[in-house]
Every structure is written in C-alpha cells, then in structure tokens.
C-alpha cells in the first residue's frame, strides 16, 4: 500500500486520548502506578485497613469503609469517630496520652493528615499543600510525628517534624535526596523510604528504603532522628511496599511482614541486628498492617484469609486470636437502607456491577462486598475515581439520609442504568433495576466474551479465588476468562493454581483458564494461553542486577516453548505512544522480530496501553501480509481495591457459535473470527464474509457489505479501513449509540478491511483511556496481490536496527551462545524486512 494511504490512516485515527482523564494522585512521580497506589497506598474497602490500640490496649481505633471507628476488643459495638463529606480516612494512629488519633485523609486530589481530639472530635488539619501524606506516626512522647510525603519531590520520602497543639513545626525530610548507580524497572531512579515507626526510646526510626536496591521495596533500617548520618542496616530482603516495621515495647523484638520464599505475606520476628527471621504468623493468605499492643503481648493485624479484609487481635505467646468484627455500627449520622435487584433484558435476576454515591458524596457498598476504585478519572465530571462492587442480585447496604446516585452495568449487551433517589432516615425501600438488552442483531451469530489477561492475584488487598474469579465474570456478562499466572518480582502468587484444563469453579456459562504471562524487562510481555503441559520456567528474563540477568532466552524461544505445548502466544499491552523508531529513547520490543519469525498468535490492540498507537504498528503488519488477529485483555488485578479493570473492561469477542470450550476459544482466536472493545459491540460482513474469512475476488470492482453498530455510550467515530485507509466513515445520529446498514465498495486492491468505532475522549461509564472497537480483518485477494508496502517494512527495519544495536551492546549474556543466536535471530528477522524493502 502506498506510504501516503498509511500515513493518512494514522492520522486520522489520532493516538491522544482526552486529556481530562487523568491518573488517581497524579502528583506522584513513580513508575508504575498501578502497583504502588495498590501496594502501599490505603484505599477504600468495606472491611478494615489498619488499626492501633488504645494506650490501655483494650480499644481499637481503625479505617473501614472510609471512616475512622473506635471498637473494644471483645465487643460488636463499633463507633464512628469520622465521617468527611467527599473524603476518606486511612491509617490512624493513637497517641500515648489518649487524646488525639493522627490519620490520613484522601478528598480526591491529594492526601493530606489531619489530627482527632478523641474526647470533642474536633479534627485539625495538619498538612495542606496538596501532596500525597500517609503513614503518620506519633512519637512515644506525642510531641514529634514521622510520615511519607511526596512534598517536594512526587517521591515517597519519610518525613518527621514537631507537634504541638497548633500543628506541624519544622517539617523535613529524615534524609537527603539519593539518585541510585542502579537502573531500576518497576521503582524510581531515586531511592525512596517508606513505613516509618519509632524505637521505643523515640530517639530513632525504622522504616523501609531501597538505597542501591534494583528489585523489591527495599531493605530495614533504622536512623537516628537527632543525627540521620547515623543509618543502620537492620535486615536486606525482597519487600513489596508493606513490610511496616514495628519494634516491640521492649525494644527486642521486630516485627514485619514478608512473604520471605513463599507467595503470601506472613508475619515475622527479627531483631535490630538482623537475626534470623522467624514467622510469627502462617497461612496461605495475607497478614499485613501488624501493630503491638502497649503491653506487648497482642498483635493486631488486617488479614485477607475469608477473601475481604478483616481485622483481628492475637496473643504473641500461644497464638490465640480474636477477630474485631462490628456487628453493630454507631453512626455520625441518620441512614436507610437499600435492597437493589437487577434484572437483564429477559426478566432474569443477574449479578452485576453498581456503584453508589451517597448524599455523603462517598461511594457505598454492601458491607461484605469488595469494593474496586478506578485507576483515573475526569476531574471536571467528579470530585473522585469511580468506585463499584459486584452485586449478586438482590444486594442490600447502608446509606446516609439524602439523595443517592446508583449506576447498575452488566457487561456490553445491556445498556447503564442510572437513577437517583431520597434516601429517608431509617427507612427501607427495594429498587428495581430493570436493563434494556442492546445486543447485535441475531443475524450475526451467537459470540463469546473473553478477557485474555487477568491476573486473580497480585499481591492486592483481597484474596481472590477461581470460584469467586467467576462470580465477577458473571457480574460482567463475561464468558472466559484467563487467568495470566506471573511473578511479582521473586514471587508468583498464583502458581499453585496452574492446570492445563478448565478449573472447577467453571459452569456452562463462564469458563475460567490459567495461562501465563511471560514477563521480561526488555523484549516486550507475552501471554501464552493454552498451555497443554506445564508451566515455562523460569518466568521472567534480562532482569538486570540478578542471576537472570541475561536478555537470553528472547521471546522467540519462549514463543516455540509454548507453541511446543500446544499454547498460543501473543504480546500484551504493547504500546503507550506512537513508536518511532529513531526518535526512541530506548527500543527493545520484539514484535516485529517475532512476527517475522511466525511466532504470534496474536496482538493484544485493546489492552492496557494506548489502543490507538497499537492499532498504529498492528496496521503496518497487516499491510506486509501478516494475518495477525487482534486479543482483548484488562490487565485486572482482580484481588486489588484499586486497578485498571474491572475483569472484562477489554474484551475480545469470539464466533464461536455459542460453544464454550477451550479448544474453540483457541480456535476462534487463532483464526481471527474475533472483535475487541471496551464497551461498542461490533458486525461487519464484506462479500458475505466475516471477521477471519477471506473474500476472493477474480478483478477489481463492487463488493457488498453489511455492519451493525450496538454500543452502551455514544460512539464519535464508525469507520471501515482497507489497508490502514479510511474508505468510508458512518454518520451516527441521536444517542449515537445504534447504526444497522449496507452498501458497497469498490475494491480495487488485495489487502484486509476492517470495522473500527472510537472515541476522542474518555467516557465515564467506559473505565478506559477511551471507548474503542475494531473487528478482526476480513481478507481480501485479488489477482496481483496486495500492495508492496515498502514504507511498513523500512519502518521495522529501523525498528530493528534498534533493537539490534541495543541486544549487541548488551554484557550480561551468560554464554557467547546465547548473544551470538538472540543476535542472529534478529538479524534474520531484518533480513526479512529488507527483503521487502527491496520489492522482493
């Protein structure tokens, strides 16, 4: 095809989603948001996030559903201490004295401390310069406080300073700003410290840092508060962000949470000398948050064990343990209740997802539901993130007195429903969700959803399972889903759950299966689906700084492992940006390499990256001949509170023709008799032909078409594209959400065409970069092929130039072996290209 039709194709696609989404706190310079907002920052759940004890140790002050509550252990009396219009409380701590509780507060644009009288609960602002402040924690005297701030630099740093009644006094950072020798991937170039508490003496602090630490956290240390120039190492370990240290009353004992070899975290005891840790805690679950009782004698801790969070008291010697459980709640103000059933377009009661904004401007949730926040959000439409939770319908849950907004979605084939309501105090009313079905027409086949990248757990707040993993599929009207099992870091949470056939917790309406994510810093992630044996190990390469240093093997050999198994393989979330290969700072994705090599069995075109800049690369494959069908994958965390999801945002929809089977889900996607969205469901037919078919033309001439548009929001954009050019575009008109329509073409050129709706800007019902369908391709072959496509192939022959250029500069290869195949596999997939170059 001639340069021009390419370069007018992509233009006229853009690649720049609307700028008034914007990331959740995106003041934080980090990398990789999506793990340390998760990881480290609270966020809203319905059971608790962090507790303290009372100075006398029979209290509990802690965070739960975004206030801050007062408990006696043993009791089921919980009273609310806070309850911010618009805003949420998290990780409180309780002064020596008894008189105030200092605790973080998020209001959707930072967050900042604030400070408790506990007898007249009279709150006092103690940070206000709209950065993100967490983890306060008072001194044993109560007149100094250490926390993290990313004041400054967007960075998290421990900070400490003066308290007195007024506030805050000669705030600072506890160290000096470092930039690490190492490169890092998941962290920043500057180190970091975290997870600060005091020594029992007050004259020094623990916290978490990552000085020279390439993976992980970092390390525990101590410093002095007086003279920071005297830092102590305490203990060097793989940490992922809430190992919380926290010395014992008496001094001897340091307690912290790891998961040390194993994949969950448990707590352990060390000393300040480092001494050989011991668990204090086992299960295959999480305990994390942990503090000490003023005795000694207790731990309190947050566990995910049951799947949600939960708080729980236990003795230090003997292990009996006591959950805190608020059976009775004592709230700040007047509630009703709500009872909310959903109905499908059929009458059938259906699970779906809902989120509920009180008269309080605060999300709500059942009080044993998970609740999930989007990873972004448009500030000039609300104050904070989306937050929802899964409804098994009916779902009843709390509400203070006022008017409420619920949003009810079940997948892509049912239109949102929204309503308001006045919530009377004390009252119970039931509401009806009634869905309007606005599936494509039945003329185009009965189509299963999949969502090929998910990850059940990584590391989040909840504990997720494969039969509740299935329950949020069928919340979502999702029929498949793979599970991508993968490490974070040395661990991987899931691989206990590899199996090569359909796990039980599967029904004849959701299908769920554990695949792999193939992880490497440097040639691009891979999904690897169908796996018929085991499990490829190890599960990662080229990370730097480890015995897996070594970019060998590249994804080529994993590619032929994988498809040795029976498996399919494709590149996951591959792009954020336009790629251009010599204006790249750094460029080392395979792709074309692998492509070349027939080694990809798909492209993931709607996934956690820039669907259009994706869109961009896959079109230039597909004009040089490459019959690449596109995948659909979220990138859900599904344990975590707060992610990219949920399961299904991205989905790819498979004819199948009803059957719900691995093999033809395999086949289905191999074939390409596919399309992908995050919310527009889409029919095409060309010459009578669908998505993965081939029209076969004998000369140039008119060829009839069909399409059919379904879609929950409005679409600005419906087009058809014949080897990356726009030949016709759809005017859409009212709600612009419904288009059925025919005519013809003329085809005077082999190639591929396909049907593509889009967007401009985000959508607040779709919780993505922006709404965005395509189709598979449908095929076309005329006599005298399909253009030359010169341009596409100089184009990956720059890109490889590059990718070559940094493979052989590399010297961390273990053996002359593997530089001089990874280097010649390369080479052989450029010749390729150039061979095209060259009009051969």
Request: charged residues 20%.
């Amino acid at each position: 095809m001639p340069a021009l039709l390419v370069a007018l194709a992509i233009s006229g696609l853009g690649t720049t989603a609307d700028a008034a989404r914007e990331a959740v706190l995106k003041q934080v310079d980090v990398p990789h948001s999506y793990y340390w907002r998760e990881l480290y920052l609270p966020q809203l759940t319905t059971g608790p996030s962090s507790a303290a004890f009372s100075p006398d140790g029979q209290e509990l002050v802690y965070s739960m559903v975004g206030s801050l509550w007062r408990q006696r252990i043993g009791s089921p009396e919980a009273v609310e201490l806070t309850h911010a219009s618009g805003a949420y409380d998290y990780q409180p701590d309780w002064s020596r004295d008894g008189r105030h509780v200092v605790f973080a507060r998020y209001q959707g644009t930072g967050v900042e401390l604030w400070r408790l009288d506990v007898s007249t609960g009279r709150e006092q602002a103690l940070t206000n310069q709209g950065a993100v402040n967490v983890e306060p924690r008072l001194s044993p005297d109560g007149k100094r406080l250490a926390w993290v701030s990313t004041q400054g630099t967007g960075r998290f740093n421990v900070f400490v300073a003066d308290l007195d009644e007024k506030g805050l006094r000669n705030a600072r950072p506890l160290l000096p700003e470092r930039k690490s020798t190492l490169t890092r991937y998941y962290y920043s170039a500057f180190d970091h410290s975290i997870n600060p508490s005091w020594s029992p003496d007050g004259q020094r602090v623990l916290f978490v840092g990552n000085s020279e630490v390439a993976w992980g956290s970092g390390d525990i240390w101590s410093v002095s508060v007086p003279n920071p120039a005297d830092g102590r190492l305490i203990r060097s370990e793989e940490t992922t962000w809430s190992a919380r240290p926290e010395l014992a009353p008496d001094g001897k004992r340091l307690m912290y949470s790891s998961y040390h070899g194993r994949q969950w975290h448990q707590l352990w005891l060390t000393t300040l000398e480092g001494r050989s840790p011991l668990p204090l805690t086992f299960g295959e679950f999480d305990r994390r948050n942990a503090r000490w009782s003023p005795d000694g004698e207790r731990i309190a801790y947050v566990s995910n064990e049951h799947g949600n969070t939960a708080l729980y008291v236990q003795t230090v010697i003997g292990g009996a343990r006591e959950r805190v459980e608020p059976t009775q709640r004592r709230q700040r103000s007047a509630h009703g209740t709500l009872t909310l059933d959903v109905l499908d377009g059929k009458g059938q009661r259906v699970p779906a997802r809902v989120s509920v904004r009180g008269s309080d401007g605060r999300a709500h949730a059942p009080a044993d539901a998970w609740m999930h926040g989007d990873d972004g959000f448009d500030r000039s439409v609300q104050p904070t993130e989306t937050h929802y939770f899964h409804c098994a319908s009916p779902c009843t849950l709390s509400l203070p007195a006022g008017e409420a907004s619920i949003t009810v979605q079940h997948g892509f084939r049912h239109l949102p429903w929204q309503k308001s309501l006045e919530v009377k105090p004390d009252a119970k009313v039931s509401l009806r969700a009634a869905l309007v079905a606005n599936d494509l027409p039945a003329e185009w086949g009965t189509w299963r959803s999949a969502d090929l990248h998910v990850h059940m757990n990584y590391g989040g707040h909840y504990r997720n399972t494969p039969a509740n993993l299935a329950k949020q599929a069928r919340a979502e009207d999702l029929n498949l889903v793979h599970n991508l099992i993968v490490n974070k870091e040395e661990r991987i949470p899931d691989i206990a759950q590899f199996r090569t056939d359909a796990d039980p917790a599967s029904d004849g309406n959701v299908l769920i299966l554990h695949g792999q994510e193939y992880h490497t810093s440097y040639w691009g992630h891979l999904g690897l689906l169908h796996l018929g044996d085991h499990y490829v190990t190890p599960d990662f390469a080229a990370y730097q700084h480890t015995a897996l240093a070594s970019p060998y093997p590249h994804n080529g050999v994993i590619a032929d492992l994988a498809h040795a198994q029976g498996g399919l393989v494709g590149y996951v979330h591959p792009f954020d940006w336009d790629i251009v290969p010599e204006k790249e700072k750094s460029l080392t994705n395979q792709l074309p390499a692998d492509v070349a090599h027939g080694k990809v069995d798909y492209l993931e075109v709607v996934g956690f990256s820039d669907h259009k800049a994706t869109a961009q690369v896959w079109y230039r494959l597909l004009n040089l001949g490459y019959r690449l069908p596109v995948g659909a994958g979220t990138d859900a965390m599904a344990n975590y509170a707060s992610l990219r999801g949920p399961v299904g945002l991205n989905r790819v929809f498979l004819r199948t023709d009803g059957k719900l089977k691995p093999e033809t889900a395999r086949a289905a996607l191999k074939a390409g008799r596919s399309f992908i969205s995050n919310g527009p469901l889409l029919g095409f037919a060309l010459g009578g032909k669908q998505a993965g078919d081939t029209v076969k033309l004998t000369a140039p001439g008119r060829v009839p078409y069909r399409l059919s548009l379904r879609s929950p929001v409005p679409v600005d954009h419906l087009e058809l594209v014949h080897n990356g050019r726009v030949v016709k575009s759809f005017e859409l008109k009212g709600e612009r959400r419904t288009l059925d329509t025919a005519g013809e073409l003329t085809l005077d050129a082999g190639g591929w065409m396909l049907l593509r709706a889009w967007n401009d800007g985000a959508h607040p019902l779709v919780l993505d970069l922006y709404p965005y369908a395509t189709t598979s391709p449908v095929y076309v072959e005329l006599p005298g092929g399909r253009p030359q496509a010169t341009e596409e192939a100089a184009y990956f022959v720059r890109w490889l130039e590059r990718v070559l250029a940094d493979a052989e500069a590399r010297k961390d290869y273990n053996t002359a072996r593997e530089k001089e195949a990874t280097l010649a596999y390369l080479r052989e997939a450029m010749a390729k290209f150039q061979s095209r170059v060259a009009g051969r």
